[in-house]
C-alpha cells in the first residue's frame, strides 16, 4: 500500500493512501480545494466558495477522469491538473427549500451541452430555472 505524506490534524504519523477514501476532509473555500489534487473516492466537504456559509458550501467528489473546465462553483480543479476535478454532488432539497447547488450551477440547453459541462449520468443540472437529471 502506497503512503500519501499526509500528516494528521494532531501532527502525528501519516495517513496511507488506502485510507484516504475512508475520509471527507473539510475545505476553507475554493482556493484551499484547489491545492489538494484528490485519488479516486475521496470526498470533500467545501465550507464555501470565499468564506464558510456564502452559499458555495457542499460536498465534492475527486472525478479522475474529469476533463470539465473550472466553472468556480460546482467544477474545481487543482491547480496544474490536467485530467480530474472535484465535482460537487447534486443537493436537491425538498419542500420549500431552494438547493443552493443547483441555483449557483451553470445553466445547459440539453443533455449533450450538461455532458461537455462535466454533469455525469444521473446528476441533475438546470436548463434556465427547469430541473432536469441528465439520461444520456
Known sequence: MSVIPTVTQDGVGV??????????FSCYNTGVLRSI???TGMTAYLQGTNVPGDGG???FYWNY??????NGTTIIIPSGVV?????MVAQVM??????TTLAASTSYTNDAAAAAGGVVVGQF???G????IRVT
Open 65 to 70: 477522469s474529469s476533463v470539465a473546465p473550472d
Open 129 to 132: 430555472s427547469v430541473l432536469q
Open 94 to 99: 425538498v419542500g420549500n427549500l431552494i438547493s
Open 57 to 59: 458550501q457542499g460536498l
Open 15 to 24: 495517513i496511507s493512501a488506502g485510507q484516504l477514501n475512508a475520509y471527507t
Open 125 to 127: 443540472y438546470r436548463n
Open 37 to 39: 489534487v484528490g485519488q
Open 83 to 87: 485530467y480530474g476535478a472535484w465535482i
